[in-house]
Structures are given as C-alpha cells and as structure tokens.
C-alpha cells in the first residue's frame, strides 16, 4: 500500500509561483509513474503532468506547458510540481496520484493510489 500527502498550496496572486510537494510512504516509488492531477468547482478532475519512474520523460497538459515543471527525488520519495507565473485559472485542488505499472498515462483511471489533495487559489 502507498501513501501520499500533498503539501504547499496556497493562496496567491497571479503571476506568483508556488511548489506542491507530494510525500509518499509504505513502499519504494522508484518504478511508479508519478502524476499530477487539479479539480476545479464544477468541474472534472483533469490531467496536469506525469513523470516516468526514471525521470526522463515528463508529459504536460498543453496549459501549463513552459510554467509548470514536474520531478522527482526517488530516494526521498517525493514527486514535485513547481508552479510559475500561475494564473486565476489554475486555481483548483492538486491532486498527486501514483500509478504502479509504470505508465505514462493522462487518464485518471490507470492510477492505483491518490493524496488527499491541496488547494491552490490564485487571484487575479
């Protein structure tokens, strides 16, 4: 079983940056692919970027290309997603989710384990 907190959301202006920082525990993370995930009020829960288990690949919904960068630090066990020059519209709970099968998927379905989530608000 795998276990995973996010932290670092906040409340923000536009154009500020912020890290999300996901923690995990119960077992080595080193082959999952590692992603993550935002929710909006009123809206599904979307696809943000995905890592693969040797960090070498990295994949970015089109929005957040160029601002968003995602990594991970597999000895610590840690994934990350430092958010730059953030606008209103990114404002959404962040979610982390691990998928143990070493996919790169965009589908929330293919992900075995999921944080609790953080709110990141961002006004304009």
């Known amino acids: 079983q795998v276990q995973l907190v996010e932290s670092g959301g906040g409340l923000v202006q536009a154009g500020d940056s912020l890290r999300l920082t996901c923690a995990a525990s119960?077992?080595?993370?080193?082959?999952?692919?590692m992603a993550w995930f935002r929710q909006a009020p009123g809206s599904e829960r979307e696809f943000v970027a995905v890592?693969?288990?040797?960090?070498?690949?990295?994949y970015y919904k089109d929005s957040v290309k160029g601002r968003f960068t995602i990594s991970r630090d597999n000895a610590r066990t840690t994934v990350y997603l430092q958010m730059n020059s953030l606008k209103p519209e990114d404002t959404a709970v962040y979610y982390c989710?691990?998928?143990?099968?070493?996919?790169?998927?965009?589908?929330?379905?293919?992900?075995?384990?999921w944080g609790q989530g953080t709110q990141v608000t961002v006004s304009s």
């Open positions: 989710a691990a998928d143990r099968l070493g996919r790169l998927s965009m589908t929330r379905d293919q992900y075995d384990y």
């Open positions: 119960g077992r080595s993370l080193s082959r999952y692919t």
């Open positions: 890592i693969g288990w040797t960090a070498s690949t990295t």
